[in-house]
């Protein structure tokens, strides 16, 4: 381990305090934006103040409410989406003057819906922005165009959680926590900005350990039983898998790449430009580079002389 990142986690005041300044910044934008939608660039300066006034505190008590790991309320949540979907439609409305409701609901269907990667959740936003953008000219509801994105976006996201309840969506939380909380993660940078396959090598000859590369009968974890816990008893793990775990090197694995539709162009740019430049997660893009071959091996570093090794990769 280096001597780095030391620094203890934040308290819940702390984090509270920083989620508000967020809050402060992000509400008087998105305010000063709405504020033009509605009554052009005079008196901007309220609509900042009145969305930083509700915002920033939003922010910061719901932060304090919430226990390390877990996401906001759902209400919240939702109300939160529709002030971006609110600042969306703003924007979109002072670009492109005369643009249908219909247009701009589809648009703001699409942008909030897309990062889902599913086709099913893209569609159900466009549907939910044609559908708002329909009724509102239909109706012939003068609507502004911050009042209909964020119609789109909480009808959205309330119809995404009524249909998709089950699935279960994939949640992305990171809390700074003590150094003995985190056993697999190594503190240590790369010297260069490719990475690649040396990255043990290089951990090993900076913190003084001794290095090996594909030992005979190496596996990817020393014994599974170190997974033990209470959602894990290696007792009841298939035979031949736990010889996976413990004897990798002894397996010999065949590649054979299948992206979904929706995510090999998002890989492709991932690939191309990201995955290819650092030498990491850089994986078969085709069943063609799959069989030009895949160089795997174990490295492993020991920083004693008994005979386990202290860290695999």
């Not at 308290?11 to 920083?18: C, D, L, M, V, Y």
């Not at 974890?221 to 898998?241: A, F, S, W």
């Amino acid at each position: 381990m280096t001597g780095k990142n030391r620094r203890h986690p934040p308290s819940k005041t702390s984090r509270a305090i920083f989620a508000g300044i967020a809050g402060i910044l992000i509400g008087a934008l998105g305010g000063a934006l709405i504020w033009v939608s509605f009554y052009g660039r005079d008196g901007v300066w309220i609509g900042a103040f009145l969305g930083a006034l509700i915002i920033g505190p939003a922010e910061a008590i719901s932060d304090a409410a919430r226990e390390e790991g877990q996401s906001k309320p759902f209400i919240y949540r939702m109300l939160m989406l529709s002030f971006a979907g609110a600042v969306v439609g703003s924007i979109l409305g002072l670009i492109f003057k005369n643009i249908s409701l219909v247009v701009l609901g589809l648009i703001t269907g699409f942008l909030f819906s897309a990062p889902s990667l599913r086709i099913n959740k893209v569609l159900l936003g466009l549907i939910a922005g044609g559908l708002i953008g329909l009724l509102a000219s239909y109706l012939q509801f003068d609507l502004n165009a911050a009042i209909v994105g964020a119609l789109v976006v909480f009808v959205y996201r309330a119809l995404d959680a009524l249909l998709f309840r089950e699935r279960g969506n994939i949640q992305l939380m990171a809390e700074r926590v003590p150094r003995d909380e985190i056993r697999y993660v190594v503190p240590f940078e790369a010297n260069s900005k490719y990475v690649g396959a040396d990255y043990f090598k290089d951990l090993a000859r900076s913190e003084d350990g001794i290095f090996k590369r594909n030992q005979s009968g190496i596996g990817i974890v020393e014994t599974l039983d170190n997974m033990r816990g209470p959602l894990c008893d290696p007792n009841l793990v298939n035979p031949l898998i736990r010889e996976f775990y413990e004897h990798t090197s002894n397996f010999k694995l065949n590649i054979k790449p299948e992206w979904k539709i929706q995510y090999k162009p998002l890989f492709w740019i991932f690939k191309r430009y990201i995955a290819q430049q650092i030498g990491q997660a850089n994986l078969p893009f085709n069943t063609e580079e799959a069989q030009e071959g895949v160089v795997s091996y174990i490295d492993t570093i020991d920083f004693s002389c008994d005979q386990i090794s202290d860290l695999r990769g």
